[in-house]
Each structure stands twice: as structure tokens, then as C-alpha cells.
């Protein structure tokens, strides 16, 4: 906090830096506990409505879900609201309500990270921990009670996967509207400047009210999970759809019709949202053949599902960089045409045209673990066949809107990413407009910046997966003492000490984070005293590439090697117990930090380390070494 306030070179509006630094962290913060408390009560009574019919169980789990996103896309906005409105009735120009904007993102961002990071190595510890001993050593089922570690699994459900998704998409959305807003006030002359920077609250504000009524069309009848995955898009597809006509009449309305270019940009973020979603569930679903590919090297043994299942994800970073560059093209080309500030502004709105769906998109997401959750609940209670049989089905369809869920988080944070890397030289050219940029490869201080912006991303992912790895060692070591001290615990007759296991992972993810948060948010402050401005800009530009690759890599690695497991297990290769069973165990222990963990992190990392570079902007301008050469 005093760092902040010293960046802001003391002035009156840096007095608000801490405080907006602090209503993003906390926030942030509230929606996590929000969204974790409203799924921990849902997980039970999907259990109980799915005793009724699949419709109950769905519309108990989605609502739920609903919570969260309705709650991160409302609490972002109007805290972005209600500081726009307080600094505007101080006097506070554009530039300077900007400023405040900017500390509060990036109070967003560190929160994700803590969150995000945390909830992985958490999340990842128990379930790795729970799977080694109780499947592969034990021979028990999934959720079976006598494991001393499924209670931490289930609750690492909610904190990485509802708390964690939530805290990365709305540092996402905040970020977004952020960037938009303050290339908004270079975008347009005179007076436009303000419509500028108040239409990505516009179409925020349109969003909320699209997730809202697309909410209502999701219900369906008894079926498979076809008919359930069918249910939860007919909402999504509303949403979008009202949003489309919304964002036409808004842009004409604020802007007028000699800028309806700028509706485009939305449209091309609104598709690319979707476009890298369905690629993510193609390369991850056991419905198509990569995933069915990676399944059959299973008979072969561990090493070639390993092998097989990197193959795949990355190959499968070839159709989101296409889409995010053709995103981009038309936005920067077809918004601003020969206008470089415009074109800017249009790839930032298609970051938000993205993200005005978040309310829906993420409450499909937060649906997975409460599902997942309440089939654990129903196993470990003893309900009857159907009930587990629907559970099953609301879960089958949880880990498709897992992999569409981490494909939108990750897109989004690309373009998100890229919003604030344009909004970095803005800030810049604001603070000091006769600065130069020298951004050409030539220039030894944009390459410094660029190697080591595109070796983060790898020390990031060493970091969390060691973290990872030496969590689960500490569960799987716990798990055999109780096994082999507590007598009739295999027989059912004991009760296995569950908090152990959950203070282990909760002490482990909280030592464990300290270094990957340091590092994201001290690195571009160093580059930047280094190397000064251009170095920084080096380093956002190869974090953001590289970290985006990763990103699709690992998530899709790790969700194919997740389904090829769950593929054999539905009794194809020899099924559950088989050895082929056993090789594919191993590659979703290996996926697991993979698309849990490591990846995800990456998200936060390329915007965070975007974030610190704003708002420590006229810290490095004044104080670089480059300044002294």
C-alpha cells in the first residue's frame, strides 16, 4: 500500500490508491466467499432434488452457479461504478479517475492471484493425495468415505474451481472495462472522449440484464447429457443474442452511427468467446477422437498417455491464436480503419464484448463442482442407483462446461491482456507526452524484455507444480498412516480424521503461493528501473504470448488425459481395474495440477503483471536507469 502511494508521486488523488487497491482485493475477495458459500449449501440439495428428477438437480446446481456469476459481473460494475461517480463529484478529470481505476484492477488482480494460485495448489494437493492412495493403492472408488482425503477433495472443488474461476474472470471483466474506458478518452475528439470511456459500462450494464433473462431458459426434461448440454446453451445463446441487439442500440445511442464500426469489435469478441470454448471441449471431450486417441494409448502403458496427451493440447493451441489474431485484425482494421487510437480502443471493447456474457458463462461453470460435489454427497450417503444415475449425468455435463469454462477464462485473459498492453502505452503517452516509444527488435532493451517475459510464464508453472507435488506428498504420506493405524477403517467400522487432511492442504496452498506472487509482481517493476518503459512493454508482450500458449497447452492436456480416464471407465478399453484403467489414472494425475493448477495461473499472470506495469507507469518513467545511459 505504501508502494502504491509512493508510484502516484504523492499527490491529492494518490491519497485514494491504497483505499481503491483495497475495495478490488476485497471485492474480489467477497465474491469468492459468496460464490463458495452459496456452493457448499447447493452441493446437499442437488443431492436431495436430484431424488425428484434431472430437471430438480439441474436447476438447483445452475442456480447456484448463477449466484456467482451474477455476483461478479454486479459487484464488479458497480464497484467500478461508484468510484467513477465519487471521483467525478471531487472535480477529478478523466485521466485522474483512470488512475483510480487502474489501482483498483489491480487489487482485482492480486486477489485472483492469491485465490487462483492458492485454490490450485489446494485443490490439486487433495485430489492428487486421494487418487494415488485411494484408487491406484487402495482399490476403493471415487469418494468413498473411508478415504481419509475425500473431504478435502470436495471442498478443493469449490475453492479452486468456483472461487478460484471466479476470482480469474472478474479480474478479467474488471480489467476489461479498465482498459477499454482509458483508451476510450485517446480514442475520441473532444467531448466524445467521455462516451468513450462510459460505453464499456454500457454494455457491462446491458450484459447483466441479457445473463439475467438467459438464466430463465435453462431447464429441461429427464435425458442424457446431450439433452443437459443442449439446456444450459439454449441460456447462453439468449444472452448472447439480447446482447447482440443491446450493444447495436447502445453504440448508436452513445456514440452515434458514425461509429457503429465499433459494434463489430463487440461482435468479433462475443464470437471468439464461444469459438475458443467449443475448441477446448473438441480437444478435450471424450465424444471426439483426440481425446478417444489418447484413451486408446492407454493400453500401452503410462509413458505414451503422457505422451499422447501433450500432443494433443499442443496441438491445440493452433485454432484459439488464429482466433484471438483474427479477433484482433478485424477489431484494430475494421473499428478504427486508419486511426491507430481507435483501432486500439476496438480490440479493448472486443475484450469486453466478450466478457458482457460473464454472468451466464460463468454460472455454467460454477455449476461443475457443485455437481460433482453432490454425486460425492449421494455416494457417500447411500441414495439410491437413480439418484447417483442423475447425479452422474449433471456431472458428465460439469466436465463439459469445465473445459468450454477454462477455454473462455483463458481467452478472455488473452484479449484482456492485450487490452492492457495497449492501454500501457496510453498511460504512458497521458503521463508524459513527449515520450518516445523505440519498440523495434533491434532495440536491446524490447528483446531483454521480451526473453524474459516469455521465461515467467515457465518459472510460474515450475513453481506451482512443484508446489503442487510436494502438497500431495504430504496428503499421500498422511493417507497411508491412516490406513495403516486406524483400525477398521478399510472395513467401514472407523471413521478416518478428515481435518488432517484438510489443514495440510490448507497450510501447503498458503506457504506455497508466496514465491509465484512475488514474482508476478515484482518482475515488471524491476524490468521496468532497468530497462525503462520499452523493456517493460517487452516483457507484457512475451509474457502475454507465451502465457496464453501454456495456458490452451496445459488446460487441454490435462482435461483430455481427465476424459480419457472417465472414457475407459465408462467400461470401453477394458474399464475400471483394467491396466489400461490404471495407465490413464496416472496421466489424470498428471493433468491435474495441468489444467488445475498450473495453467489456470497463467491467466492471472500475463494481466497482473500487465496491471503492475500501469499503475506503477510514471513510477518507472521517473526513475529508470535507462533515464541515466
Known sequence: LVALGFAGGGSLESLFFPLAFLTGGVCSGLTGFIGMTTATMANSRTANAAQKSLDDGLRVAFQSGAVMGLIVVGLGLLALSCWYFLMSALGKSLPEISTILLNFGMGASSMALFARVGGGIYTKAADVGADLVGKVEAGIPEDDPRNPAVIADNVGDNVGDVAGMGADLYESYVGSIVAAAILGIAAFPGEMGIKGFLLPFLLAAFGILASIIGAFFVRVKEGGNQVLLKALRRGVNVDAVIMVIASYFGVRLLLGAEYIKVFIAIIGGLLAGVLIGRLSEYYTSADYKPTKQVAETAVTGPATVIISGLSVGMLSTVFPAVVVAAVIFISYYLTGGGDFNLGLYGIAISAVGMLSTLGITLATDAYGPVADNAGGIAEMAGLPPEVRKRTDALDALGNTTAATGKGFAIGSAALTALALIATYTQQVQMIDPSFQFNLSLTNPQVLIGLLIGGMLPFVFCSLTMNAVGRAAQKIVVEVRRQFKEIAGLMEGKAKPDYARSVDI?????????????????????????????????????????????????????????????????????????????????????????????????????????????????????ANSLVNLL
Request: hydrophobic share 50%; charged share 10%.
Open 505 to 621: 492442504c490448507a497450510q501447503a496452498a498458503q506457504a506455497e503461493m508466496i514465491v509465484p506472487a512475488l514474482i508476478a509482481i515484482i518482475a515488471p517493476v524491476l524490468v521496468g528501473l532497468l530497462l525503462g518503459v520499452n523493456g517493460v512493454t517487452g516483457l507484457l508482450a512475451g509474457s502475454t504470448v507465451v502465457g496464453f500458449m501454456m495456458a490452451v497447452m496445459m488446460a487441454n492436456s490435462g482435461g483430455s488425459w481427465d476424459n480419457a480416464k472417465k472414457y475407459i471407465e465408462e467400461g470401453n478399453l477394458g474399464g475400471k481395474g483394467s491396466e489400461p484403467h490404471k495407465a490413464a489414472v496416472v496421466g489424470d494425475t498428471v493433468g491435474d495440477p495441468f489444467k488445475d493448477t498450473s495453467g489456470p495461473s497463467l491467466n492471472i499472470l500475463i494481466k497482473l503483471v500487465s496491471m503492475v506495469s500501469l499503475v506503477f507507469a510514471a513510477f518507472i518513467l
